[in-house]
Every structure is written in C-alpha cells, then in structure tokens.
C-alpha cells in the first residue's frame, strides 16, 4: 500500500479528517513520518538480501582441493624394514 494511503486511511479512521483537519504542520508532520517510515522500510527490505546461503558444493570442492594439496607434502616410506 501506497504511503499516502495508508496515511490518509489513518486520519480518517482517527481524526475524521475529510470532515475535520487537524493544524496543517501537525498534518505536514504525519505525512513527513510516513515518508520517513515508508523510506527505512525500503532500505531495510534492500540490506535483507546481502546474506547470502551456502553453497555446499563449492565448500565441499575447496575442501577437497585443500586436503589434496596438504597431501603433497605427506611423505610416504614404504621401505619394508623387517
């Protein structure tokens, strides 16, 4: 829902505001709180998707691939010594 309705809703539901207005910098307030509202909303619905899922496949690969590579250094005596 649009900002604007949402704000008009809640003065008519709260303040009868077709037929009665309230002072015009207390409406200029509560359209500026709604705006601001309605803006955080925005950003935070837009930070939400920074984090990102695993994937395990790619864990599993880098893994694997880092065990083969420390496996270079493994030095294997198959000397029999009987």
């Known amino acids: 829902m649009n900002p604007l309705q949402s704000t008009v809703r809640w003065l008519a539901t709260h303040t009868l505001f077709p037929v009665s207005r309230l002072d015009a910098r207390a409406e200029a307030m509560i359209c500026v709180s709604a705006l601001a509202a309605a803006e955080e909303a925005a950003a935070m619905a837009a930070t939400r998707h920074l984090v990102k899922s ?11 691939y880092n065990h083969r590579r420390n496996m270079v250094h493994y030095v294997c005596d198959n000397a029999a010594k009987v």
């Open 54 to 64: 695993r994937d395990t496949a790619k864990d599993a690969a880098l893994r694997s």
